[in-house]
Nanobody, 115 residues
Framework: QVQLVESGGGLVQAGGSLRLSCATSGSIFSFDFMGWYRQAPGKQRELVAGITGDFTRMYTDSLKGRFTISRDNAKNMVYLQMNSLKPEDTAVYYC?????????WGQGTQVTVSS
């Protein structure tokens, strides 16, 4: 079974940047969609950004311009570049992959932005 492993989270000051990485144990060519979600304490998990197999990108409106999703098919990796981070970006960030009716989640990586 394909697994997703996130990395790159950590503690950063407001205004700083982080790049999250999602490594897949299989070929990402198989996935129709790959995305990043986040869940803050007491809140529902929300979509941050997604990218389809034809490299169409989508973002939550409030994050456009600060976050960028990309994928490297050769390395089976998906990335989330996060700039100008704010304390409200603090959350656990999850990598997500979809193939037909199959949905796979990573274990999450914590991002904490201090003010």
């Amino acid at each position: 079974q394909v697994q997703l492993v996130e990395s790159g989270g950590g503690l950063v000051q407001a205004g700083g940047s982080l790049r999250l990485s999602c490594a897949t144990s299989g070929s990402i060519f198989s996935f129709d969609f790959m995305g990043w979600y986040r869940q803050a304490p007491g809140k529902q998990r929300e979509l941050v950004a997604g990218i389809t197999g034809d490299f169409t990108r989508m973002y939550t409106d409030s994050l456009k311009g600060r976050f960028t999703i990309s994928r490297d098919n050769a390395k089976n990796m998906v990335y989330l570049q996060m700039n100008s981070l704010k304390p409200e970006d603090t959350a656990v960030y999850y990598c997500n992959a979809r193939m037909g009716s199959l949905t796979i989640w990573g274990q999450g990586t914590q991002v904490t932005v201090s003010s």
